[in-house]
Structures are given as C-alpha cells and as structure tokens.
C-alpha cells in the first residue's frame, strides 16, 4: 500500500499480516520553504506497473522505484513488478494476480528469512530445493516441485509462521502445475 502525507511525502506499507502493518518505505521531497506556511506535498500516490506515483500538490509528479532495504528484498520488488495492468483506475479496485513464478516463490522465502517465520536450516534448504527445481523441466521439475510443496505443507504445522509457510507451499504448488 502508497499512502500519500501532504507535508509528510510517501509511505510504502506492508499488509501481508493485517493485524501488524508496517512502514518498510517513505519518500520526502521536504518542505517548500522553511520559513513560512505553504500548501504542498504528496496528495495522492498510487502503485502502478512497478513503480509508485506521486502527485505533489506544488512541484509535480515522482515517479519512485523500490529499492532493496533490511524491509524489503530484490525478490519482494521483482515480484511486485510482475502484476501488471493495461489501464488502471484506482477507484476500481482491481484484484491483484500474481502469475506463478520462482520470484514470488523466493520473496515469500525472504519475508519467512526477514520475520524468522521458519528455522535457518529450513530456508536453506528451500532455497536449495527452489533453486534445483527451477534447473529442472518436464515431469522432474512438476515432481521437485510437488516434493518440495508436500515437505512444505508438513513444515507449516511447526513453523513460528504457518500462513506464510502454507503460501509458499500454494506458490511452489502452482509452479509444478504450470
């Protein structure tokens, strides 16, 4: 989520756990002029085709791409940019769709690495498990993949973050069937 501040730039959100959002980016262009009132700032921001847009109610439009942070990875920002609209409306509301892709499989991956949501020898090993099966093609990639979305869906039982965990098991899933 972009939530444009007037005087306070942009914030960038992630919701992926609703009940505790957090800021993981802001840009601020700073103030007009420091010695008097002015009206300005970011009065709306939008996300479209991987990058974020900014109305300044004085200076102009931004135009502002991610860049990788202790918040948010290159797997994150890559996966992001695969959603991808023709045309976009905000007041629309479109669904969001990922298309099956070992990037979202990875960012899922980092943000269990970022919030400890599985053990270090768990996300090696998926990893590893990722990286083989993406080598792979035909019937041996569909079967590392199914391996590796079953281990998954056991993992999910002890993991500090089974929800996520169940997503890349649904992710890893939805490879194999591609």
Same mark, same amino acid.
């Given at each position: 989520? *972009?939530? %444009?501040?007037y ?15 957090? =800021?993981? !980016?802001?840009?601020?262009? +700073? ?12 009065w +709306? *921001?939008?996300? @479209? ?7 300044e109610?004085?200076?102009?439009l ?7 942070s ?5 797997? =994150?920002?890559?996966? $992001? ?8 409306n ?5 669904k ?8 979202? $499989?990875? %960012? @899922?991956?980092d ?8 053990? !270090?020898d768990?996300?090696?090993?998926i %990893?590893?498990d990722?990286?083989?099966? =993406?080598?792979?093609?035909? $019937?041996? =990639? ?16 002890? $993991? ?13 899933r ?5």
């Amino acid at each position: 989520m *972009t939530q %444009a501040w007037y005087q306070g730039g942009v914030s960038v959100f992630d919701f992926t756990d609703p009940a505790h959002p957090k =800021e993981i !980016a802001f840009f601020d262009r +700073g103030p007009m002029d420091s010695t008097k009132l002015l009206l300005g700032g970011d009065w +709306g *921001t939008y996300w @479209y085709n991987g990058y974020i847009y900014a109305s300044e109610i004085d200076r102009g439009l931004d135009i502002l791409d991610l860049k990788p942070s202790d918040q948010l990875s290159q797997n =994150e920002i890559d996966a $992001a940019k695969l959603v991808h609209f023709d045309v976009f409306n905000p007041q629309s509301q479109p669904k969001l769709v990922w298309p099956g892709s070992y990037v979202v $499989a990875r %960012a @899922y991956l980092d943000q269990l690495v970022r919030d400890k949501g599985v053990t !270090a020898d768990q996300s090696s090993s998926i %990893a590893r498990d990722l990286s083989r099966a =993406e080598k792979l093609k035909g $019937a041996s =990639e569909k079967a590392a993949l199914a391996s590796l979305a079953t281990r998954l869906d056991r993992d999910a039982k002890t $993991a500090a973050d089974p929800t996520r965990v169940e997503a890349l098991a649904a992710e890893v899933r939805d490879l194999g069937k591609r």
